[in-house]
Nanobody, 129 residues
Framework: QVQLVESGGGSVQAGGSLRLSCAAS????????MAWFRQAPGKAREGVVA???????GYADSVKGRFTISQDNANKTLYLQMNSLKPEETAMYYC???????????????????????WGQGTQVTVSS
């Protein structure tokens, strides 16, 4: 049973930074695609950034240059460093995983939730102006 547990959310002022973590367990394959999504109240879930098991990454245009995804394979942990946060980025942030390589679309920054089978419970990020 794959489990993803996010942490690191909180409240920050506009322009500030947060680092999210996602601890993964129960997944034994070395091939995967992992991603961060976010969902603001009343809005659809949005793919933010993804990383392949080979280290390739894909970023949505809205976060390029400000967000950085990374992974610690030894500890099976995914990270999202978020800098220069904006109030409109207030949302629940979710970690997601797929048991296969990231598609070309995903690595191009087009990250759809339908491509991911496993989801965490989310961590809230609130950015105040």
């Amino acid at each position: 049973q794959v489990q993803l547990v996010e942490s690191g959310g909180g409240s920050v002022q506009a322009g500030g930074s947060l680092r999210l973590s996602c601890a993964a367990s129960g997944y034994t394959s070395s091939t995967y695609c992992m991603a961060w999504f976010r969902q603001a109240p009343g809005k659809a879930r949005e793919g933010v950034v993804a990383i392949d098991s080979d280290g390739s990454t894909g970023y949505a245009d809205s976060v390029k240059g400000r967000f950085t995804i990374s992974q610690d394979n030894a500890n099976k942990t995914l990270y999202l460093q978020m800098n220069s946060l904006k109030p409109e980025e207030t949302a629940m942030y979710y970690c997601a995983a797929a048991p296969r390589r990231c598609t070309g679309w995903v690595l191009g920054g087009i990250i759809w939730e339908v491509d991911f089978a496993y989801w965490g419970q989310g961590t809230q990020v609130t950015v105040s102006s």
